[in-house]
């Protein structure tokens, strides 16, 4: 009972999650802020709650301390000496309470982005190392949509604003470098911490998300926000993680067919999630 619960928490917060997100680029002024907010509160529900479900109360605390305490001390670190993203500051007061001038829905929404990533590098990998490389460079991708989004929208804004990719010259390399170096540090302390708990059920939530973020923002970017750059990096970005995952499924339906009518029915032999 307590896991359908938590499974029934986790699926509305992903339906209620993408609703808001579809309402982003419809919004302006302070109702955007404020879907900013909600989307990244719902984020780190449906992350936190599909945590729970598969892995426990106790990993789901433990995920959220390390990946949006590391992002807390990342941000509060780079506003103030400009290493390891470069140099950039926030804008005040529009995204709710902060600590050294950092919004503290900017840590949540470590959580909230990195959670589907580090699931599905886990479908693609059972080594350790190749599965912090690839959360590393998801969450890159990831940054390849959510900076030049939240720029555009002045949510924070870089002192370097001329030395970036093309079309995206007002965010710096090294906002990308950075974001790898802290994924990456954060991907070896989950890689730790995953040995606590082992997973059981279904990533078909995260993998939703996932797949949502990739091909959505890609979409929206191109479409309703006016930033075509933006989309082709964040599609390509992403897409290390996404390609290998659409093949898998689509290999992963058809094997499911195929034992559909068998007597002792299993999953696909290999390790990528139940679903």
Do not use: K
Request: hydrophobic share 55%; glycine share 10%.
């Amino acid at each position: 009972m307590f896991s359908r619960v938590w499974q029934a928490i986790s699926a509305a917060c992903m339906i209620l999650l993408i609703a808001a997100q579809i309402g982003y680029p419809l919004s302006s002024g302070a109702a955007r802020d404020r879907i900013t907010v909600v989307v990244v509160l719902l984020s780190v529900a449906t992350a936190l709650a599909h945590a729970v479900v598969t892995r426990g109360a106790h990993y789901a605390a433990g995920f959220l301390a390390i990946v949006s305490g590391l992002g807390l001390l990342s941000e509060i670190v780079g506003t103030a000496t400009g290493f390891p993203f470069g140099s950039y500051t926030y804008a005040t007061d529009r995204l709710g309470p902060a600590i050294a001038g950092v919004p503290l829905v900017v840590a949540l929404a470590w959580t909230g982005g990195l959670y589907p990533i580090w699931v599905v590098a886990g479908l693609s990998t059972r080594r350790a190392v190749v599965r912090i490389g690839l959360t590393a460079m998801g969450a890159v991708g990831w940054d390849l949509f959510l900076d030049p989004q939240m720029v555009t929208d002045g949510q924070w804004n870089w002192s370097d604003a001329d030395s970036g990719l093309p079309g995206l010259a007002q965010i710096p390399y090294t906002n990308y470098l950075g974001w790898f170096a802290v994924a990456a540090v954060m991907a070896l302390a989950l890689t730790i911490w995953d040995r606590t708990a082992a997973h059981t059920g279904s990533t078909v939530v995260p993998v939703v998300v996932f797949l949502w973020t990739w091909l959505g923002s890609a979409l929206a970017h191109a479409v309703f926000l006016g930033l075509p750059a933006s989309a082709r990096y964040g599609a390509v970005g992403l897409g290390i993680l996404g390609i290998p995952l659409v093949v898998w499924l689509v290999q992963a339906r058809h094997e499911l067919g195929r034992q559909r009518f068998r007597p002792s029915c299993t999953h696909p032999s290999r390790r990528p999630g139940t679903m």
